[in-house]
Nanobody, 120 residues
């Protein structure tokens, strides 16, 4: 069964840094079409943070210049490096991937979510 497993996150003071990782597993052959990170703060809708395709990366305006998304295709992994964190970045972060496998073709998957809290 293909799944996305996230790690990283935690509590950091304002201005600090954290890194999130998301590994796709469950198939001997996984091709990443698109992977990205979303976040959801209490009482707010889930929003897109950053995405990466084979050709490009995209960021929501509020994180441009502070967050960097990257991918390691050989490891079926995507990372989100978060620098200069602000209290408003506090949220649960979710990994999302559109992955191709031989058995299922291209399917959307979600990770379980990781908490990021920015507070002094």
């Amino acid at each position: 069964q293909v799944r996305l497993v996230e790690s990283g996150g935690g509590l950091v003071p304002p201005g600090g840094s954290l890194r999130l990782s998301c590994v796709a597993s469950g198939s001997p052959c996984i091709i990443i079409n698109t992977m990205g990170w979303y976040r959801q703060a209490p009482g707010k809708e889930r929003e897109l943070v950053a995405t990466t395709t084979r050709l490009s990366t995209n960021y929501t305006d509020s994180v441009k210049g502070r967050f960097t998304i990257s991918r390691d295709n050989a490891k079926s992994t995507v990372y989100l490096q978060m620098n200069s964190l602000k209290p408003e970045d506090t949220a649960t972060y979710y990994c999302n991937g559109n992955l191709w496998t031989p058995n299922l073709g291209s399917v959307d998957y979600w990770g379980q979510g990781r908490q990021v809290t920015v507070s002094s």
